[in-house]
Antibody, heavy 121, light 112 residues
Framework: EVKLLESGGGLVQPGGSMRLSCAAS????????MNWIRQPAGKAPEWLGF??????????EYNPSVKGRFTISRDNTQNMLYLQMNTLRAEDTATYYC????????????WGQGVMVTVSS | QITLTQQAESLWVSPGEKVSITCRAS???????????LSWYQQRPGQTTKALIY???IRTDGVPTRFIGSGSGTEFTLSIEDVQPEDIALYYC?????????FGGGTKLELK
């Protein structure tokens, strides 16, 4: 069974940093692109970026809205996905999800349950 | 970036009825491989987000056949036939043709 479990959220002050983690299980982690998506309360989701699979060199792509502040990485020995967030702003307050890209198409076939991040003084 | 517009913020439906949720893209989502890069998702409280449809019309594994994706170019529809109480949820479309990948604003399906 595919499982994605995010952790590391909470309250952070504006200008601060936070690292989110996503523990993956139930599939061959290195075979899949992995994504981060966020969703402010009551609003639509926003794709933040992905990290490619082993076959594609684990390279990354980002939404321009967070490029330069957010960094996606993965530890393939631990089946972990990470999102390092720097210089956080109030508008980064949201629930953050990790999601797997489908094998047979560009869509998100599995999502985690999400972790809340609140940026406030 | 490509904008997806879900005109209806809310739709009201009774169990057993058919409902259609539309998603309009600011440009065609047809790629040179002949596929449309449009997918649909369901969000229910307390559950993980569920992928329903990808490439505009392909149901993901385990999705009931009452969920039907259709459309082409810039206009797409998610139809739910014989709506069940468990279908009351938020529905989003997503385009993955061009980065940044973007979601529609969402349509909330509510019971009459």
């Amino acid at each position: 069974e595919v499982k994605l479990l995010e952790s590391g959220g909470g309250l952070v002050q504006p200008g601060g940093s936070m690292r989110l983690s996503c523990a993956a299980s139930g599939f061959t982690f290195t075979d899949f692109y992995m994504n981060w998506i966020r969703q402010p309360a009551g609003k639509a989701p926003e794709w933040l970026g992905f990290i490619r699979n082993k076959a594609n060199g684990y390279t990354t792509e980002y939404n321009p809205s967070v490029k330069g502040r957010f960094t996606i990485s993965r530890d393939n020995t631990q089946n972990m996905l990470y999102l390092q967030m720097n210089t956080l702003r109030a508008e980064d307050t949201a629930t953050y999800y990790c999601a797997r890209k489908g094998r047979s198409g560009d869509y998100f076939d599995y999502w985690g349950q999400g972790v809340m991040v609140t940026v406030s003084s | 970036q490509i904008t997806l517009t879900q005109q209806a913020e809310s739709l009201w439906v009774s169990p057993g009825e058919k409902v259609s949720i539309t998603c309009r893209a600011s440009q065609s989502l047809l790629y040179t491989d002949g596929k449309h890069y449009l997918s649909w998702y369901q969000q229910r409280p307390g559950q993980t987000t569920k992928a329903l449809i990808y490439h505009a019309s392909i149901r993901t594994d385990g999705v009931p056949t009452r969920f039907i994706g259709s459309g082409s170019g810039t206009e797409f529809t998610l139809s739910i036939e014989d709506v069940q109480p468990e279908d009351i949820a938020l529905y989003y479309c997503l385009q993955t043709l061009k980065k940044p990948w973007t979601f529609g604003g969402g349509t909330k399906l509510e019971l009459k």
